[in-house]
């Protein structure tokens, strides 16, 4: 036999439960704070899309967040602005204001925003940080220190203030003062944190800059274990050997630099400088070609090749790399390549040639001691004693007017060329 329960339900006079606006609102809210913290901002902003009611300052707020995320950032600044009006002194809601501001470029607006912040929260670390990087960018130095030592106090740990605070001690006036402070800060931030490369970067060329080149070196050859890529350190290694002396261990690290990065100039000049020093002339004027070929333009590439062609005796090929620098040189510098053309053709005894370098030296640079001694010595050499003695004479009274007196007496050439006018002085006595 079949039972057949039947059960019966009697609803009669039982209240289903009501959705409250209450209810509504706060599922809106949940829909669009799950949309922004799984990325689906258009999603966020769509569900808001056309929506007239009042907004609360959380709803602002996600909308705010969620239009910076899709770099809307008026639209970002609208709600945000909306969100700190509904609720009032929320640090969090303003300091998100505060940030779009910077990333709009509109300083006095986070300034003031932030400074809204630090009035109640005087150690709130985020609003510290960018007031800092403002008074950095605005160059208001002190203020930049003494927000950033703030910071210090409440995190020892803050490897970013401290350099940071580097940066504000460089900067500020007068630099010798705050030099040691600037050097001593960095140190402490690369200690911290040794792997954020721009301290690292920069504490080795304020120890380079010192002339501490153990330290530099030090610095560098830890970082390049850990960061092989760097060229620019294996660079920065490499004239720390070539400051040493120690050319093989330089041009170790420049072929490692080089093999990074080949188009840079200045690590075929440095390569060419160290083999001239090891005297391979040859290997030295092949690099100094190749950075002439890399950035032609640039004068002293020319110069260096031509040092190098001297050295293989090839004097024509040096005099035509001078010439090709005098094209590429500011009006300044271009009367010391005549005087080193002069002084090639000086010691192979081409004595007129070379007193017209000389001469042409001159019209560059008027007060060219050396143009007027050598050019002095050609004359003598081609016994035209008259301009010779001119020559001198010019000769001794700049040098008189760049060294102090108490220094003439010790000075060698000076005393030379004194007794070379007496001795020329004598003989047009005679006549």
Not at 341 to 357: C, M
Request: hydrophobic residues 35%.
């Amino acid at each position: 036999m079949k039972k057949v329960i039947i059960i019966l339900f009697l609803l009669t006079g039982v209240i289903l439960p009501q959705t409250t606006k209450e209810d509504k609102n706060l599922a809106r809210l949940n829909d669009l704070k799950k949309n922004y913290f799984e990325g689906k901002y258009k999603d966020a902003a769509m569900a808001y899309m056309g929506y007239e009611g009042e907004l609360t300052g959380e709803e602002a707020f996600y909308l705010g967040m969620t239009n910076s995320a899709l770099f809307n950032y008026r639209g970002a600044i609208e709600y945000l602005s909306k969100a700190v009006e509904n609720s009032p002194g929320n640090t969090g809601y303003e300091y998100q204001l505060a940030k779009i501001y910077m990333t709009m470029g509109m300083t006095e607006k986070a300034e003031s925003r932030l400074a809204d912040i630090l009035s109640r929260e005087p150690d709130y670390q985020p609003a510290l940080q960018d007031a800092s990087l403002l008074d950095l960018t605005g160059k208001k130095f002190a203020d930049a220190v003494i927000k950033l030592k703030r910071m210090i106090k409440y995190n020892p740990a803050n490897f970013m203030a401290f350099y940071n605070l580097s940066i504000a001690y460089s900067n500020m006036e007068p630099v010798n003062i705050y030099a040691d402070s600037a050097v001593a800060f960095l140190s402490a931030s690369v200690g911290i944190n040794p792997d954020y490369l721009p301290a690292v970067e920069m504490l080795g060329i304020k120890y380079f800059n010192k002339g501490d080149y153990d330290h530099t070196l030090q610095l560098y050859l830890k970082s390049i274990e850990n960061n092989p890529g760097r060229n620019d350190f294996m660079y920065y290694a490499a004239l720390c050997y070539e400051k040493d002396y120690k050319y093989d261990k330089e041009l170790e690290y420049l072929d490692r630099a080089i093999t990074i990065n080949p188009a840079d100039p200045h690590y075929w000049d440095h390569r060419g400088f160290a083999y001239y020093n090891l005297n391979k002339f040859d290997s030295s004027i092949v690099s100094y070609k190749r950075a002439i070929a890399i950035e032609e333009e640039n004068p002293s590439y020319s110069i260096n090749l031509a040092y190098a062609y001297v050295k293989i005796d090839s004097a024509g090929r040096a005099i035509e790399c001078l010439r090709d620098a005098v094209v590429k040189m500011h009006p300044e510098m271009i009367g010391q390549i005549y005087c080193q053309i002069g002084h090639i053709l000086y010691g192979e005894k081409k004595y007129a040639d070379a007193k017209k370098e000389y001469e042409e030296a001159l019209i560059y640079d008027p007060k060219n001691i050396d143009a007027f001694y050598i050019g002095a010595i050609c004359d003598d050499e081609m016994k035209k004693y008259s301009s010779a003695l001119k020559g001198y004479k010019k000769a001794a009274e700049l040098i008189t007017e760049t060294l102090p007196a108490d220094e003439l007496k010790g000075n060698e050439r000076y005393a030379t060329i004194t007794k070379r006018i007496m001795a020329l002085t004598g003989r047009g006595k005679k006549k």
